[in-house]
């Protein structure tokens, strides 16, 4: 027998120029029993969506045998986590920091002064040591001011 028309039609469908009507030939052709040697090879190419439309079905049961497995396992709910429960660990750390720092400086305060009747909150005030003032080392300043302390007449 000779197949030269389906070779003819092979070459036509590995170069993507066949009609649907075409490619239809070749799928019956391919899902007979007697197919010659040479063109064996192709048949599953041709056949397969043939037997894949009959292996890939779901039986009418498949929804109760699904239910029969599912039926003993506990349902478990999804929990929500907001954002605050997230960073909460955060804010824990966050505050045993500031309270380390705030006995800390407190702990500095109240040891390095040795007093501890000091108020919060006051200053030290430094009287100013007596000595020659870096300003009065200038020669130009100092006979200025020498001039402005002579002419200054004291009123009693």
Not at 117 to 137: H, L, N, Q, W, Y
Request: glycine letters at 4%.
């Amino acid at each position: 027998m000779d197949y030269k028309y389906i070779e003819q039609l092979l070459e036509r469908y590995w170069t993507c120029e066949t009609s649907l009507e075409e490619e239809t030939i070749l799928r019956t052709f391919f899902s007979q029993e007697n197919i010659p040697a040479e063109l064996l090879r192709y048949k599953d190419l041709f056949v397969y969506e043939q037997m894949e439309k009959t292996d890939c079905l779901l039986g009418k049961d498949f929804d109760e045998r699904i239910l029969e497995q599912t039926e003993g396992q506990v349902r478990v709910k999804a929990k929500t986590v907001r954002m605050t429960t997230r960073l909460m660990p955060l804010f824990k750390a966050a505050a045993m920091v500031a309270l380390v720092l705030t006995l800390g400086n407190a702990s500095q305060h109240l040891f390095n002064d040795g007093t501890a009747t000091d108020a919060p909150g006051t200053a030290e005030i430094r009287m100013p040591v007596s000595g020659s003032s870096v300003a009065m080392k200038d020669s130009v300043k100092v006979d200025t001011m020498k001039k402005a302390m002579q002419s200054v007449v004291i009123i009693k």
